[in-house]
């Protein structure tokens, strides 16, 4: 098991790429803390924990929105008393508005960047004594490649490109305490995010350009994460990671 004995805090992980990402790091051995940000996911949020224990794993489930301090420290409180450390975080909470430039007001902007962007740097701060007290910890960021192509909604990509430029930061102040940082940059996969898009005629003109000719589910991201959250990746920190089928080859 690549994780034993690790705890991964896991942020939007009711859903998607987050729940695949807690299944596998959980298989590998990993006590997983399952982020979910409101009632409208704590039932998906508390079958996932379920499944896990009934697997002979160890989770637990803590409802925040990483866009707020207060309880991104509830949720560092929370797994520090329960598991007594935080050796992995996974940056995973985002939103998209799917909307135009002409469509996207002041509050569609500023909740984008609050969860995306600046849920990052407060989930990021929280752990960071932590793992700094302990000199060591792993920091996995999910972006995009959506800067890179310069498709999807402006909110979305600016939070992404933010994500990245916040990863290389992270990376070199504190490699030397022990810490690593990388993002994984993600073309579309099959998850509820990103299936209305997947759905529309984009969607068949998106598929045409991916070089490896198929969008696959979301254990492809879960496993790149896995790679760089285990010792096989010990000397790779400020790394972008494309999961992407070749698409911004392109």
């Known amino acids: 098991m690549r994780l034993k004995d ?13 729940l695949s990402m807690a299944e596998v790091f959980s298989e590998e051995g990993a006590s997983v803390v399952i982020n979910y940000p409101d009632e409208s996911e704590e039932e998906n949020a508390t079958n996932l924990a379920a ?12 409802q925040a929105d990483v866009s707020d301090w207060e309880q991104v420290g509830l949720l560092t409180d929370v797994t520090l008393q329960t ?34 962007l600046t849920g990052t740097f407060i ?14 910890g792993n920091i996995i960021n999910i972006a995009s490649v959506a800067p890179w192509l310069g498709r999807g909604t402006i909110d979305y990509n600016a939070a992404k490109a933010g994500v990245l430029a916040v990863t290389r930061s992270i990376a070199r ?24 898009v997947l759905d529309s005629k984009e969607g068949l003109d998106y598929l045409d350009s991916i070089p490896l000719g198929f969008v696959p589910g979301p254990d492809s ?6 790679f760089l959250a285990s010792d096989e990746s010990y000397y790779i920190s400020g790394h972008c ?3 992407d089928g070749g698409l911004t080859l392109r």
Request: aromatic share 4%; with cysteine; net charge positive.
């Open 221 to 226: 991201v879960a496993k790149a994460a896995l």
């Open 6 to 18: 690790r705890v991964a805090i896991i942020t939007g992980a009711s859903t998607g790429l987050g």
């Open 83 to 116: 598991f007594g450390t935080i050796d992995i975080l996974i940056n995973n909470a985002g939103v998209n508005s799917y909307k135009t430039i002409e469509e996207i007001d002041l509050d569609i902007w500023n909740k984008t960047i609050a969860v995306t």
């Open 173 to 196: 102040q504190y490699g030397p305490t022990g810490i690593r940082c990388n993002t994984i940059a993600p073309s579309l996969h099959k998850t509820p995010m990103a299936d209305r």
């Open 123 to 136: 989930c990021t701060r929280h752990v960071l004594p932590a793992m700094t007290k302990a000199k060591k």
């Open 241 to 243: 990671m494309l999961v």
């Open 51 to 62: 499944k896990i224990k009934e697997s002979g794993g160890r989770a637990i489930t803590v």
